[in-house]
C-alpha cells in the first residue's frame, strides 16, 4: 500500500497551459499583403503541393513524436494543421535515436486519389512511402526503399513516378560532403522501385569549387524542359538553392548560369533582423498559372543564435528566359510582401504566422495534434480527463534506449511567455516535474518542483551540451498546493517565475539560453517547451 501511494504521489498533473509569443522584428503586413514565415518556429524543410483548389503542405520533425506534420491552405498563407502523418507507434521506431536523427526533409505528392509523402527514417530503416486516400491520415505503414541516402521526393509524369533522392556519387567521395542526385522508376501500384538507377548530379552546380550536400530535390516539367531544384550548400549560413534544366529526364542536366536561385549568404552579417540559411525550396503552380515556392530559413537574435529552429517562408517564382527565379542575389527575404492571387483563405483557430497565443485547457480526452514528444513511445505515459494532463514518470532526459515523460510545443517565437498550472508531490529526493525546454538531450532546461533534501522546493536546472544538470536556483515551496510556473524568453535569455495563491515570485531572471540554440547544440530542430515529469 506504501509502495503505490509513492507511485501515486509521482504522477504530475497539469492544467491551463498557455503561450503568448512577440516577433522580434515588428512589421505590419498592408492589406494584399502575407507574413513571413507562413509557419513560425520549428518546421523546417517544407513541402508542399497542390489539389484542386487546396494545398497542402508537409514538415520534417526528426525524432520528435507524432511526427511530419501535415497542413492544408486555401490561398498559401493561412495553414491549418489537419494531422500528423507519422501518429502510430507501429509506424517507425526511434528509440536509440538523438532528436536530429530520425525523419528527415518529406516530400509530399498526390496521384489517382492518392496522397504519398516518401521521406527517410535516419538510422532507423532508410527510405519510405506512405500512402493516405485523406491526407489528415491515417496513413499507411512505411514501404521501404532499396537505396541508401536521403530526401527522396516523387517526379510524376503521366501514370507513371520517378523518385529522385540524395545518394553518394559514382565515384569515391572526392571530399567531405561529396553528395550526388540520382533516378530510378517507382513503381507505385507494386511497391517498389523499378529499372535503372540514373545520376543527374555529381556534387553539384561545379564539381571544381567541391559544392557540398546537394539535397531535397524536385523534379518538374515546364514548356518541353525537365527543372532539377535542390539545395546546395548545407542548412547553415551557406544554405542555397540551384536549379539545373535538361531535355531528357535522365539529362544531362545543365546548371543555370544565374544560380543561385535563393540565397541569405551574400548579405553583411551585421544587419539588422537577419534572415539566413535559406533553401530546401519546391515549387508549386497555382489554379491560376502562377509560380510559388515554399522554403526554409532562419532568424538569428544574435550572432547566427536560434533558438526555435528552422520555419517555413514562401515567395513568388518567376520565369526568366527559361529559368525559375525566387530572390536575386544580395536582397534580403521580405517580412512582408504581396498574397498570391488566390481567394482569401480563413484565418486559422491557430495561427502560424505573426504575433500570436493561445491557450490548451487539456478538454477531451486526448492531446491536440500540436503536442510532441521524443522518440516512439511504446506505452502510453499520459492522459487527458476532466481538463487534467496527467504525466507518470518516464525515462531520463539522456536514456537514448527510452522516451521521457514530456510533451510539449514548439517554440514560435524569440520573444514568449509560457505557464502552466501543476500539481505536484514528488515522492522522493530528486523526483521532479515541471515545465521543460528541450532542444535535445544534452541541451535543454528543466523548471519545476522537486524535493531537496527531504523538502518540497521550486528549482531550476540547465543542461548545456552536457550529460548532466546544473542546479541554477532553488527555493522552498508548498507543494500542497497548485503551482504556476512561467518561463519568459527574450530572445538568448529567459526568466522563471512561479506563483503559489496569486503570489508570484521570480526564481531566477536573465538566465542565459544560448545553449538552446542551433548553433551551440547542434542538429536540425528547434526549441520544444512543455511537461515534463521525471522519476
Same mark, same amino acid.
Given at each position: ?8 504521489? !509521482? ?12 516577433? !522580434? ?65 507501429? !509506424? ?48 499507411? !505503414? ?81 514548356? =518541353? ?201 514528488? =515522492? ?108
Amino acid at each position: 500500500m506504501a509502495a503505490a501511494s509513492a507511485a501515486t504521489a !509521482q504522477v504530475a498533473r497539469f492544467e491551463h497551459f498557455r503561450y503568448d509569443g512577440k516577433a !522580434q522584428e515588428r512589421v505590419s503586413a498592408r492589406p494584399g499583403a502575407y507574413r513571413n514565415p507562413i509557419l513560425s518556429g520549428y518546421f523546417p524543410d517544407p513541402s508542399v503541393t497542390r489539389v484542386g483548389d487546396d494545398y497542402y503542405l508537409v514538415n520534417s520533425s526528426f525524432a520528435h513524436f507524432p511526427g511530419l506534420p501535415v497542413f492544408r491552405s486555401k490561398d498559401l498563407v493561412n495553414w491549418t494543421q489537419i494531422g500528423n502523418a507519422i501518429d502510430r507507434p507501429g !509506424q517507425l521506431d526511434f528509440t536509440g535515436r538523438r532528436v536530429s536523427q530520425a525523419v528527415f526533409a518529406p516530400d509530399i505528392s498526390f496521384h489517382d486519389g492518392t496522397f504519398y509523402i516518401v521521406n527517410t527514417c535516419v538510422e532507423c530503416g532508410g527510405n519510405f512511402v506512405i500512402t493516405a486516400k485523406n491526407p489528415a491520415g491515417p496513413w499507411s !505503414q512505411p514501404i521501404w526503399l532499396p537505396f541508401e541516402g536521403i530526401d527522396p521526393s516523387i517526379y510524376w509524369e503521366g501514370d507513371r513516378a520517378y523518385i529522385v533522392n540524395n545518394r553518394a556519387p559514382a565515384e569515391p567521395p572526392r571530399y567531405d560532403g561529396h553528395r550526388a542526385i540520382w533516378v530510378q522508376e517507382y513503381d507505385w501500384r507494386a511497391g517498389k522501385m523499378v529499372g535503372e538507377s540514373t545520376m543527374l548530379v555529381n556534387g553539384g552546380v561545379d564539381l571544381s569549387k567541391k559544392p557540398v550536400w546537394i539535397e531535397g530535390s524536385h523534379l518538374l516539367r515546364k514548356d =518541353g524542359w525537365y527543372y532539377l531544384s535542390a539545395a546546395e550548400g548545407g542548412t547553415s549560413d551557406n544554405h542555397s538553392q540551384v536549379v539545373f534544366r535538361s531535355r531528357s529526364l535522365r539529362g544531362p542536366f545543365v546548371p543555370y548560369a544565374g544560380n543561385p536561385i535563393l540565397t541569405q549568404r551574400d548579405l553583411p552579417p551585421g544587419r539588422a533582423h537577419p534572415i539566413t540559411s535559406a533553401g530546401h525550396a519546391k515549387f508549386v503552380q497555382t489554379q491560376n498559372g502562377d509560380w510559388w515556392a515554399t522554403f526554409l530559413a532562419t532568424r538569428p537574435y544574435a550572432d547566427g543564435l536560434y533558438n526555435i529552429g528552422r520555419e517555413t517562408f514562401l515567395l513568388p517564382v518567376t520565369w526568366k528566359d527559361g529559368w525559375p527565379h525566387i530572390l536575386e542575389r544580395g536582397v534580403p527575404i521580405p517580412f512582408a510582401a504581396p498574397r498570391p492571387k488566390l481567394p482569401a483563405g480563413a484565418k486559422p483557430v491557430l495561427p502560424t504566422s505573426g504575433d500570436f497565443g493561445y491557450a490548451d485547457d487539456f478538454s477531451g480526452d486526448r492531446l491536440a495534434m500540436q503536442w510532441i514528444g521524443i522518440r516512439t513511445p511504446k506505452q502510453p505515459f499520459h492522459r487527458v480527463a476532466g481538463g487534467t494532463l496527467e504525466l507518470r514518470p518516464g525515462a531520463r532526459f539522456g536514456d537514448l534506449n527510452g522516451v521521457p515523460s514530456f510533451v510539449g510545443r514548439r517554440q514560435q517565437h524569440h520573444v514568449a511567455t509560457v505557464s502552466v498550472t501543476m500539481r505536484y508531490q514528488p =515522492g522522493k529526493d530528486g523526483a521532479r516535474a515541471g515545465l521543460a525546454a528541450v532542444q535535445n538531450d544534452r541541451s535543454l532546461l528543466l523548471f519545476g518542483v522537486t524535493r531537496i533534501q527531504g523538502k518540497p522546493m521550486v528549482a531550476l536546472w540547465t543542461r548545456a551540451g552536457a550529460d548532466a544538470d546544473t542546479l541554477v536556483a532553488s527555493a522552498p515551496v508548498d507543494a500542497a498546493r497548485p503551482v504556476t510556473l512561467t518561463l519568459r524568453a527574450d530572445g538568448g535569455t529567459m526568466g522563471f517565475d512561479y506563483a503559489i495563491g496569486g503570489e508570484r515570485k521570480t526564481l531566477r531572471d536573465g538566465v542565459d539560453a544560448g545553449f538552446l540554440s542551433t548553433a551551440r547544440a547542434g542538429g536540425f530542430v528547434g526549441t520544444v517547451i512543455g511537461p515534463f515529469d521525471e522519476p
